[in-house]
């Protein structure tokens, strides 16, 4: 067993300088213990509704997580040999050869996020104090396998000794949500609540657009085939998420494009879409309305519209027909925001009551179009840097280039947007370390008194999210309330 130690350093993103990163521990100590709240993420409901223990490392910690597996992968290392399933299924891998294999290539993520997290799980989930490599593979696979065959390991016993306060799982347009309603009549305190994703019912060009939408239409009981009946469809889903905990819809289109049609031109373009009559052009138009449409049904029923673009999904042709989607394969594109946002904007923007958070994958908008529209209208939020940029340097770029035009109060703290449960307080705590990080340099700069910052060193890490996704009041779905 290889011998050299693996240790997390209380000062890891701390600054180099000795009064600035004085000042950051100081706000990072006030923060450090404040509970999680995960608004926006992509764990498993059945984890936490079932409670039964995670099967294995491997399972748990490789196989459901892209970051990982992606890098492996443009090294070489076939998907097959960690366990991840393809479109046949899970492959018959042996978990602990999986692991091994990962092991002998962690040396690869030097640097990067991934390393941070995992590193922070070893060393504070299961207490492991030499670092990972081939030689040190088995000694890992039996802690963690132990660790996980014991009832502090299961799913809720480890939600509560991570402290999150509530955590958002995100579900599908046909999605019966059983496993929320198991968790709500369980007993168990943990508040585990879900978020409306209707990509699969909005997007023509979605591979399963056909079917979901006959399901959608099972799952309502109404004609989704009619204009009418399909918004109402909507409408009824959105009642049945907030039953169960939902405070935001989510909207992962390939473009930030919103549109504002007469009633009897999104009647008409919803015909060629569901006839299968229409182009690629009509396919992003009817995705532009759509966000509109959720605006509106927002105004009545409270949701939060997040809208998740720039995206080139399932980039890899043939990776994407032998495994499917959410493989690594998503890469980032060039980003409008200005023009894509207005019609969305002119029509509802100026409404407070509504609640639109924008997330990009294109840092180049940062400063030039997102945080002057964040800072100009009342409904926009901008979400926290994003995916491939949910790193300590994407968080600072983040904050270097929207404070001075949108101020923090314009952002809505940070959500972890993970299927990676382990990592969760690992994310989290990279996010209050940069945070605190970027707060102490505008203290030691004399551009912030240390009050403000300690002040808004809690709203980053906790008090923004929590108001900005109303997780302080749910939304109540009114149906009898329908906006014009």
């Known amino acids: 067993m290889s011998d050299q130690p693996l240790t997390l350093s209380p000062d890891r993103l701390f600054p180099a300088d000795r009064t600035t990163r004085g000042i950051a521990r100081e706000l990072y100590a006030a923060v450090r213990a404040l509970p999680i709240i995960s608004p926006h993420g992509h764990t498993d409901p059945s984890w936490f509704s079932l409670n039964e223990s995670f099967s294995d490392p491997a399972t748990l910690l490789l196989a459901p997580d892209h970051y990982l597996y992606r890098l492996l992968y443009s090294q070489g290392v076939p998907l097959e040999a960690l366990g991840v399933p393809s479109r046949a299924g899970a492959p018959d891998t042996d978990t602990r050869e999986a692991w091994r294999t990962f092991a002998a290539h962690f040396h690869l993520f030097r640097g990067t996020p991934s390393a941070m997290w995992l590193n922070h799980v070893f060393v504070e989930v299961f207490g492991l104090d030499v670092r990972l490599s081939a030689q040190t593979a088995d000694h890992y696979y039996d802690v963690i396998d132990a660790a996980l065959k014991t009832k502090a390991f299961r799913p809720r016993a480890l939600f509560d ?51 979901a939408l006959e399901a959608f239409g099972d799952i309502t009981n109404l004609d989704v085939y009619s ?156 979400g926290p840097a994003w995916w491939f940029h949910d790193s300590p340097e994407g968080m600072r770029r983040f904050r270097e280039q929207t404070t001075e035009t949108a101020g923090f109060y314009n952002t809505v703290g940070f959500n972890d947007d993970t299927r990676a449960f382990l990592s969760i307080p690992a994310r989290h705590d990279v996010a209050r370390r940069v945070d605190c990080s970027f707060l102490a340099r505008l203290v030691a700069e004399h551009r912030m008194e240390m009050d403000e910052a300690a002040e808004l060193a809690v709203e980053l890490a906790y008090t923004l999210a929590k108001r900005a996704y109303r997780l302080d009041a749910p939304p109540m779905a009114d149906p009898a309330r329908q906006h014009a």
């Open 161 to 211: 000794r991570f402290n999150i306060e509530v955590l958002a799982t995100t579900e599908g347009p046909t999605d019966t949500l059983d496993h929320h309603h198991a968790i709500a009549r369980s007993g168990w305190g943990g508040r585990v609540i879900t978020a409306y994703r209707p990509d699969p019912v909005i997007d023509a060009d979605h591979e399963a657009f056909e079917g």
């Open 227 to 382: 204009w009418k009946g399909y918004l109402e469809a909507h409408r009824v889903r959105r009642a049945d998420f907030i039953a169960a905990g939902a405070t935001s819809s989510d909207h992962g289109h390939p473009t930030a494009l919103t549109a504002d049609l007469s009633g009897a031109e999104a009647q008409a373009l919803f015909s060629r879409v569901v006839k299968g009559q229409s182009s690629v052009e009509d396919n992003e138009l009817f995705r532009a309305q759509m966000l509109t449409e959720m605006a509106k049904m927002s105004l009545d029923d409270g949701l939060v519209l997040q809208i998740h673009p720039g995206s080139f999904r399932n980039h890899n042709g043939p990776l994407f027909d032998s495994h499917g989607r959410d493989k690594g394969a998503d890469i980032p594109t060039r980003t409008d925001y200005v023009r894509a946002l207005k019609p969305l904007l002119n029509r509802f923007g100026n409404d407070p009551a509504l609640s639109i958070i924008v997330f990009t994958l294109d840092e180049s908008a940062y400063a030039r179009e997102l945080a002057p529209l964040a800072g100009h209208y009342p409904a926009l939020k901008l």
